[in-house]
């Protein structure tokens, strides 16, 4: 996943905002994320990626890898994932 792709699908937060996000604001804990554009707050499909992205801050990785599939795998998991709790 590309820094400008939308890792919050539900609000449009890109990466990007999050990892600068995480790196101005040091949140401690994965829920202080929802203060960045409400990420995480919606159907919560980016919540263990975003819990992804703050760990690897905690551990000061500064190129990581995020783990985050590509955009297009991200999206199709998300909509099986809205599925599965009866959100489409």
């Known amino acids: 996943m590309e820094l400008d792709d939308e890792l919050c699908l539900c609000f449009h937060v890109t990466k990007r905002k999050v990892v600068n996000f995480i790196r101005i604001r040091k949140p401690v804990k994965a829920s202080q994320l929802s203060e960045c554009f409400g990420a995480g707050t919606g159907c919560g499909w980016c919540r263990p990626f975003l819990q992804r992205l703050l760990e690897q801050s905690a551990q000061q990785i500064e190129q990581p890898d995020d ?19 009866g959100l489409t």
């Open 67 to 85: 783990g985050l599939p590509d955009t297009d795998t991200y999206a199709s998991g998300r909509q099986q994932h809205r599925k599965n709790k």
